[in-house]
């Protein structure tokens, strides 16, 4: 079956503890990429990836880092997390050979205290 | 990328058609009109996409307007399932470009 998957799905941390996210799609694609959703605010992009070893900044980049390894992998890192960063992220992929369309993982829940 | 404009929320009656409008009225040309969904705090799923002529898929229908500057969304037979947001989002229809989500519509199913 054709999915992206995020793990972990839920996650409590405290402040300053280095955590990842991880984001793997089996569907070839090449493009992939991180959205974080908040109430009020809806989607917006963190980071994204045209490739592998291609990444670039999305409209809110700060307190994150990304690394694209291997095509299927794309890991959120939070360096040093701050209760700011409680939100509801996802991974998505598309395809280089269109229509473009993003497909979307199931989310990780993350709470910062 | 043009904006869209889309009511906040709607009801529809389970299996009866749901139809969704979205204005995009500052569209350009090689703007497509894209919809998709989001079950509650589920990922965004994809539902349908087009440029000027009408589309259909398993899941809906979309009806874009000959001067393209407003669309409808179908669902032919709305289920209790199918309550969600729903998004309609106007972009070109580029590799790698960021998706902008707005507020959507609430799409309530009622039995």
Not at chain 2, 57 to 71: C, G, H, P, Q, V
């Amino acid at each position: 079956e054709a999915q992206v998957t995020q793990n972990p799905r839920y996650l409590i941390t405290v402040t300053g503890k280095k955590l990842t996210v991880t984001c793997s799609q089996n569907m070839n694609h090449e493009y992939m990429s991180w959205y974080r959703q908040d109430p009020g605010l809806g989607l917006r992009q963190i980071y994204y990836s045209m490739n592998v070893e291609v990444t670039d900044k999305g409209d809110v980049p700060e307190g994150y880092k990304v690394s694209r390894k291997e095509k299927r992998n794309f890991p959120l890192i939070l360096e040093s997390p701050s209760p700011n960063q409680t939100s509801l992220y996802f991974c998505a992929s598309s395809s280089r050979g269109g229509p473009y369309e993003q497909y979307f993982g199931p989310g990780t829940r993350l709470t910062v205290t | 990328d043009a904006k869209t404009t889309q009511p906040p929320s709607m009801d529809c009656a389970e299996g009866r058609a749901a139809n969704l409008p979205c204005n995009h009225s500052t569209i350009s040309g090689n703007e497509y009109v894209y919809w998709y969904r989001q079950i509650h705090s589920q990922g965004p799923q994809y539902i349908i996409h087009g440029l000027k002529n009408n589309e259909t898929n398993e899941m809906a229908s979309l009806i874009i307007t000959e001067d393209r500057k407003s669309s409808t969304l179908i669902l032919p037979h709305a289920t209790l399932r199918d309550t969600a947001v729903y998004y309609c989002i106007v972009r070109v229809e580029n590799y790698g470009q960021n998706f902008v989500f707005g507020p959507g519509t609430r799409l309530s199913a009622l039995p």
